[in-house]
C-alpha cells in the first residue's frame, strides 16, 4: 500500500507539472455564466432567438449552417419561435427547387422543411469570395473547437491591434483568442450592429454571447433532452445500486465471507 | 465443471435435454462453483460482456442509419444526431462505450497481472483474451474512422501507412488495404464491413474465453488452487450473479454520467470537422486507449522498427505466462514482483501520456526510457524476480486463515501436500 501511494504521489506531481506548464501557453478565454452548463442546464429561449437574428443578419452572409432547417427553430428545446415564426423565417428566404416538369430549376419561398440557405453554391465560391479561407460551415463549429464556447465567445470579442513588430498580410487580422492570432476573418460586431426586438442593448458582449449560445444549440440540438434523461436515468441507477447492494448484502450473509 | 450430474424434471425438458443439453449447459453455469473471495477487481469480466453487447446492439442500430459512403457519412452521421429518434443516445453511447470498454478491459488485464491468472493452468484463456483485446482495438479504430471527420481520416492515413514499412511489399500492400492511392471511399467501405464483422468474433472468442476458465476455473485473490465444489467455493448464481450486478450498475453510473453529461470529452474536437485530405490536423492523436503504443511506435527512430516495437508491446503479452518464472500466482504473497508491478502501472500511464503529446524533447526522452522499461519489465524483470525473490508462506485454503485463529499455522510451503 505505502508504494503503491508512493507512485500514486509521483504520477499526481508528474500531471500536476504538465498542467502547470501548459496552463502557462494558454490564453485565459473570457468567461461568462452559460446556462446550458450543469446537470439542469438548459438554453435560454431569448438568448438563443438573438443569438439566431444575430446569426442571420451578420454571420449567414458567409457561413452556411448546413445541417440545420428552419422546422428546428420551432422545436422543443431550441428557440422555440412558434410554428407561425418560423413559417414567416422560412418563407423570407428564397429556396431553389426542381427541376419542375419542363426539366427547370426555379425558385419559390422556404419552407418549414427546407435546409437552412447556404450563403454560397459550394466550398470553392465561398473560398472565391473570401481571400481563399473557407467561412466553416456553423452546425457544428462549438464542438469541432476544443475549447467550444468559450473559445468562440471569445474570438468575437478577441480583435485587437497586432503588436508591435509583427506584419499581417492584407485581409489577414489580429486576434488574441485565435490559435496562432492570425484570423481571415475581420472584427465582425459592433455595439448596436443589430436591433433586438425585446429591447435587449446590442453590446458586443451580447451579441458575442447570444449567437455563441445558439451556435451551442445548433450544434448539439437535443442538449436539454440530454440533460433531463440523464438526471432521470442516474437517479433511477443509484436507486437500483442501492436496492441491490441490499439484497446482495442479504444472499451473501447466508456464509460467513465478507463481501 | 460441476460434478453432479443434472436431470430435468419436467418430462419434455428430459426429451429435449436428450437432444441438446442446453439445460444441462445452464445448471452448469449457474451452479458453477466460484471462489468465495473474489474481490470487486472480478467483476469486470461480466462488465465486458455487457459492453460488448451493448456495443453490438447500438452499433446494430447506427448501421440502419449510417451511410458508408466518403461523400454521406459525415453528413449521415449528423443526420443521426439530430434527426433519428434518440440518435443521439444510441451514437453517444456507442461512441463513449468504446472508452468504457476500454477502461474494463485494461482493469481485467491489470487485475490477472497483479494476481497471476495467466499462469498455468490458465495460459489459453489469457492468450485468448490477448486476441480479443487485439480485436477490440482492430474494432475501435477502424470504428473511428466511420464518421469520416478529419481525426478518421488522418487516423486511418496514418496507421495505414504503418504497413509501408514492411519492406519490399510495404508500399503494395498499403495501396491494397485502402483500395486505392489514398484512403477513400473504398478504405471507408471495406472499413464499415470490418468494423461490422469483428464484434461478431470477438463474440465467439468472449464464448471460448469463458468456456476456457469454466475448465480450471477462476482464479482468486490469494491464487492457490482450491477445490470445486467445497467451503472454499460459492455457486456463481445467486452469489456471484448479484455482485457483479451491483459493480455493472455501479460502472453504469459512471457510463450514464459520460454519455449525458460530458458526451465528447473522450473524443477529439477534429472530428466534428468533415475529412479533408487537403488539410492535416495540427497533431494527429489516437484515441485515449490506443496512447501508450502509440507513444512506444514513435519512440523509435526508425519506422519499421517502431512498428516493430509496438507490436511486440503487446504481443508480449501472449508470453508472458512462460516469462513470468514465478510458481505463486498471487502479488499478495510477492512483496517484490508488488513493487514492480506498481512501477508497471506508473509506466504505462506516462506512456500513456506522452504519447497524446508531441513526440519531441523531454517528453521523447520520457517516452523513450519508459518504452525501454516497459520491455525490461517483462523481459528481465519479471524471469528473474521468480527465481530471486523470496515469497510470503501461501495459506492452505481460502477458508482456514479465516476460520483458524492463528494463520501461520494454516501456511504450508507446498500445495502439493494439500493437494493429496
Known amino acids: 500500500m505505502r508504494n503503491f501511494l508512493r507512485i500514486f504521489l509521483i504520477i499526481i506531481l508528474f500531471f500536476g507539472f504538465s498542467g502547470i506548464s501548459n496552463a502557462a501557453e494558454k490564453v485565459e478565454y473570457l468567461k461568462t455564466d452559460w446556462s446550458f452548463k450543469g446537470l439542469f442546464g438548459k438554453f435560454d429561449r431569448a438568448a438563443l432567438q438573438r443569438g439566431y437574428q444575430v ?20 422545436e422543443e428545446g431550441g428557440p422555440e419561435f412558434t410554428v407561425a415564426q418560423a413559417k414567416a423565417i422560412a418563407a423570407s428566404f428564397e429556396v431553389t427547387d ?24 459550394n466550398v470553392k465560391a465561398a473560398q472565391a469570395a473570401n481571400g481563399g479561407a473557407y467561412p466553416p460551415d456553423m452546425s457544428v463549429l462549438v464542438k469541432a473547437r476544443g475549447d467550444g464556447v468559450d473559445y468562440i465567445y471569445s474570438l468575437l470579442q478577441g480583435y ?46 451580447q451579441m458575442a454571447k447570444d449567437v455563441t449560445t445558439f451556435l451551442m444549440w445548433a450544434a448539439e440540438p437535443h442538449l436539454e433532452s440530454r440533460h433531463q434523461m440523464g438526471f432521470k436515468a442516474i437517479v433511477y441507477l443509484v436507486i437500483l445500486t442501492i436496492l441491490v447492494y441490499f439484497s446482495m448484502k442479504k444472499i451473501w450473509s447466508r456464509i460467513e465471507t465478507e463481501v | 465443471m460441476s460434478d453432479h450430474e443434472y436431470t430435468p424434471n419436467s418430462k419434455f425438458g428430459k426429451w429435449f435435454n436428450d437432444r441438446l443439453p442446453l439445460l444441462t449447459l445452464a445448471s452448469h453455469l449457474t451452479d458453477y462453483p466460484t471462489p468465495k473471495n473474489l474481490n470487486y477487481w472480478w467483476t469486470f469480466g461480466g462488465i465486458l460482456t455487457f459492453c460488448l453487447i451493448t456495443q453490438i446492439v447500438t452499433g446494430l442500430v447506427l448501421a440502419m442509419h449510417y451511410i458508408a459512403h466518403a461523400d454521406m457519412a459525415f453528413d449521415s452521421v449528423e443526420h443521426i444526431m439530430r434527426d433519428v429518434n434518440y440518435g443521439w443516445l444510441i451514437r453517444y453511447i456507442h461512441a463513449n462505450g468504446a472508452s468504457m470498454f476500454f477502461l474494463a478491459v485494461y482493469i481485467h488485464i491489470f487485475r490477472s497481472l497483479f494476481y497471476g491468472s495467466y499462469k498455468s493452468p490458465r495460459e489459453v484463456i489469457w492468450i485468448i483474451g490477448i486476441i480479443i483485446y487485439l480485436l477490440m482495438m482492430a474494432a475501435a479504430f477502424l ?98 450473479v448479484i455482485k457483479d450486478g451491483f459493480a455493472l450498475l455501479m ?33 494527429i492523436v489516437p484515441e485515449w486507449y490506443l496512447l501508450p503504443f502509440y507513444a512506444i511506435l514513435r519512440s523509435v ?120
Not at chain 2, 470504428?143 to 487516423?155: A, D, E, I
Not at chain 2, 495505414?160 to 492511392?181: C, R
Not at chain 2, 506512456?351 to 523481459?379: D, S
Request: net charge negative; glycine share 8%; aromatic share 14%.
Open chain 1, 55 to 74: 446569426y442571420t443578419e451578420v454571420c449567414s452572409s458567409c457561413h452556411s449552417m448546413k445541417y440545420l432547417s428552419y422546422r428546428n427553430l420551432a
Open chain 1, 98 to 121: 426542381g427541376p419542375n416538369d419542363d426539366g427547370e430549376m426555379y425558385t419559390r419561398p422556404g419552407k418549414l422543411s427546407d435546409k437552412f440557405v447556404m450563403p454560397y453554391d
Open chain 1, 160 to 205: 485587437e491591434d497586432p503588436p508591435v513588430g509583427m506584419s499581417l498580410d492584407d485581409g489577414v487580422y489580429y486576434n488574441k483568442y485565435m490559435y496562432g492570432n492570425k484570423i481571415k476573418m475581420s472584427n465582425q460586431l459592433s455595439d448596436g450592429l443589430v436591433e433586438y426586438g425585446d429591447g435587449t442593448n446590442a453590446s458586443v458582449e
Open chain 2, 143 to 240: 470504428g473511428y474512422v466511420l464518421p469520416w471527420g478529419q481525426m478518421s481520416f488522418w487516423g486511418a492515413t496514418v496507421i495505414t501507412n504503418l504497413f509501408s514499412a514492411i519492406p519490399l511489399v510495404g508500399e503494395g500492400i498499403v495501396t491494397w488495404l485502402w483500395g486505392g492511392y489514398s484512403v477513400d471511399n473504398p478504405t471507408l467501405t471495406r472499413f464499415f464491413t470490418l468494423h461490422y464483422l469483428i464484434p461478431f468474433l470477438i463474440l465467439g472468442l468472449v464464448v471460448l474465453h469463458i468456456w476456457a476458465l469454466h475448465v480450471p476455473g477462476n482464479n482468486n485473490p490469494i491464487g492457490i488452487d482450491i477445490k470445486k465444489p467445497s467451503k472454499d467455493t460459492v455457486p456463481f448464481h445467486p452469489y456471484i
Open chain 2, 251 to 283: 460502472f453504469m453510473i459512471v457510463f450514464a454520467f459520460f454519455v449525458f453529461y460530458t458526451p465528447n470529452i473522450l473524443g477529439h474536437a477534429d472530428n466534428y470537422i468533415e475529412a479533408n485530405p487537403l488539410v492535416t490536423p495540427a497533431h
Open chain 2, 301 to 420: 527512430p526508425d519506422k519499421l522498427l517502431g512498428v516493430v516495437a509496438m507490436l511486440s508491446a503487446i504481443l508480449i503479452l501472449a508470453a508472458l505466462p512462460w516469462l513470468d518464472t514465478s510458481k505463486i500466482r498471487s502479488a499478495v504473497f510477492r512483496p517484490l514482483y508488488r513493487q514492480f508491478y506498481w512501477i508497471l502501472v506508473a509506466d504505462v500511464l506516462i506512456l500513456g501520456y506522452v504519447g497524446a503529446m508531441p513526440a519531441e524533447g523531454l517528453y521523447l526522452l520520457i517516452a523513450r526510457v519508459a518504452t525501454a522499461y516497459y520491455f525490461l519489465h517483462f523481459l528481465v524483470v519479471l524471469p528473474i524476480l521468480g527465481y530471486k525473490e523470496r515469497t510470503l508462506p501461501v495459506p492452505l485454503s481460502i477458508t482456514e486463515p479465516v476460520l483458524g485463529g492463528s494463520p501461520n499455522l494454516a501456511l504450508a510451503k507446498n500445495k502439493e501436500k494439500f493437494e493429496n
